[in-house]
């Protein structure tokens, strides 16, 4: 099984909808959780950190169950920049590890 | 700032070359990772350094694969000999350990390597 879990879709959406996105991770060690956006044929970059009591950025909301081990992302109002493939990332402080373990992610698409 | 800068960006070589990919972290950074990204595998840990020094190299596939770091500003990641099954995107990413950071990573824009 893998440390992190999403769904890979595609997620095709029209313009203005709300999509939501969810990943699982297996050790309840971890501590630190993200969700990183990776446009094709770039890097990942850092899209939002994930806090414990949720978290919003614009329309982007972030919320974290720890007993349930389950991350989600929703973006509200869709744009067509927001087309990409979003990663669930999460880390652990366990035995000093500093790195980052990414789901596989899922991609979306979003359409006029 | 540059950013984590990684060169070369395109590498295309013949199976049992030996391939050097480098990388420049950013500035005051004290941790530098390695990762690997496939469309089978996803994005992978490879190693990752401490102030220069390695802490994780669970990561890395076998004996072929080899990192390190001399100084605070360069780190090389070298196959040797290389393999058609080693392309892939090699990611470098830096980070801070500033309390006033979330442990957000900065990566490099990747390395595309093709081992034919």
């Known amino acids: 099984r893998k440390e992190v879990e999403q769904d890979p879709g595609p997620f095709n959406v029209p313009e203005g909808a709300t999509v939501a996105f969810n990943c699982t991770y297996s050790?309840?060690?971890?501590?630190?959780f993200f969700w990183y956006r990776q446009d094709c044929r770039k890097e990942p970059k850092l899209l939002m950190s994930?806090?414990?009591s949720g978290n919003e950025d614009g329309r982007f909301t972030a919320q974290l169950n720890r007993a349930s081990q389950y991350i989600s992302l929703l973006i509200r109002d869709s744009k067509l920049s927001d087309s990409a493939t979003y990663l669930c990332?999460?880390?652990?402080?366990?035995?000093?590890?500093?790195?980052?373990?990414f789901g596989s992610g899922t991609r979306l698409q979003v359409q006029p | 700032d540059a950013g984590v800068i990684q060169s070369p960006r395109h590498e295309v070589t013949e199976m049992g070359q030996e391939v050097t990919l480098r990388c420049k972290p950013i500035s005051g950074h004290d941790y530098l990772f390695w990762y690997r990204q496939t469309m089978m595998r996803g994005l992978e840990l490879l190693i990752y350094f401490n102030n220069n020094v390695p802490i994780d190299d669970s990561g890395m596939p076998e004996d072929r694969f080899s990192a390190k770091m001399p100084n605070a500003s360069f780190s090389t990641l070298k196959i040797q000999p290389s393999e058609p099954r080693d392309s892939a995107v090699y990611f470098c990413?830096?980070?801070?350990?500033?309390?006033?950071?979330?442990?957000?990573?900065?990566f490099g824009p990747g390395t595309r390597l093709t081992v034919l």
């Open positions: 990332v999460v880390s652990g402080k366990d035995t000093g590890r500093r790195a980052l373990t």
């Open positions: 994930v806090y414990s």
């Open positions: 050790n309840s060690a971890s501590q630190s």
């Open positions: 990413a830096s980070r801070t350990d500033s309390p006033n950071r979330y442990n957000e990573q900065f």
